[in-house]
T-cell receptor
């Protein structure tokens, strides 16, 4: 079992819908990242969180450290949001291991 | 363009071939990374270089050999690969060797071993 679990694995939405992608982790962390991977392969960093909530345009990321859970929300979804969204965490401690989730594949249909 | 450039974008090689993947960044970052992404699996860290010194090697088979001649360039030399090595190989860089600074990824090299 991966230390970082994402749900759902696949998601299809109509343009304009509100989308939520979830990430749960089982270790104590110092930081959590949400990443976006487009079909070409390149990965872009969307957010880094250690507490609370961050907003950038139509994207909102929240984290609950006590519950070991983070969500990525997309408001007014658009076909260009179609991508794989990956959650990654950095564990506490000297080694500071980085663990990635398997990703959520989002397709937004016009 | 993210500032991290990987070449080639696609590579098909036989099991007896020798090839190299190249990664280049001019972001002034001090740390560079090689990751492997296989279908339906999480990203796997292969190697980490900080200030041109290899600081992590995550039990990667010796048929993968990294090289970091300077802080802007990173290579992954490949020889006698197996079909299960087919994957997307991603290079990343960060200002320091810490996830808290965030990573900048390249677009990856899609490798197929036949």
């Amino acid at each position: 079992k991966n230390e970082v679990e994402q749900s759902p694995q696949n998601l299809t939405a109509q343009e304009g819908e509100f989308i939520t992608i979830n990430c749960s982790y089982s270790v104590g962390i110092s930081a959590l990242h949400w990443l976006q991977q487009h079909p070409g392969g390149g990965i872009v960093s969307l957010f880094m969180l250690s507490s609370g909530k961050k907003k950038h345009g139509r994207l909102i990321a929240t984290i609950n450290i006590q519950e070991k859970h983070s969500s990525l929300h997309i408001t007014a979804s658009h076909p260009r949001d179609s991508a794989v969204y990956i959650c990654a965490v950095r564990s506490l401690g000297g080694y500071q291991k980085v663990t990635f989730g398997t990703g959520t594949k989002l397709q937004v249909i016009p | 363009e993210t500032g991290v450039t990987q070449t080639p974008r696609h590579l098909v090689m036989g099991m007896t071939n020798k090839k190299s993947l190249k990664c280049e960044q001019h972001l002034g970052h001090n740390a560079m990374y090689w990751y492997k992404q296989s279908a339906k699996k999480p990203l796997e860290l292969m190697f980490v270089y900080s200030l041109e010194e290899r600081v992590e090697n995550n039990s990667v088979p010796s048929r993968f050999s990294p090289e970091c001649p300077n802080s802007s360039h990173l290579f992954l030399h490949l020889h006698t690969l197996q079909p299960e090595d087919s994957a997307l190989y991603l290079c990343a860089s960060s200002p320091q060797k810490s996830f808290n600074y965030g990573y900048t990824f390249g677009s990856g090299t899609r490798l197929t071993v036949v």
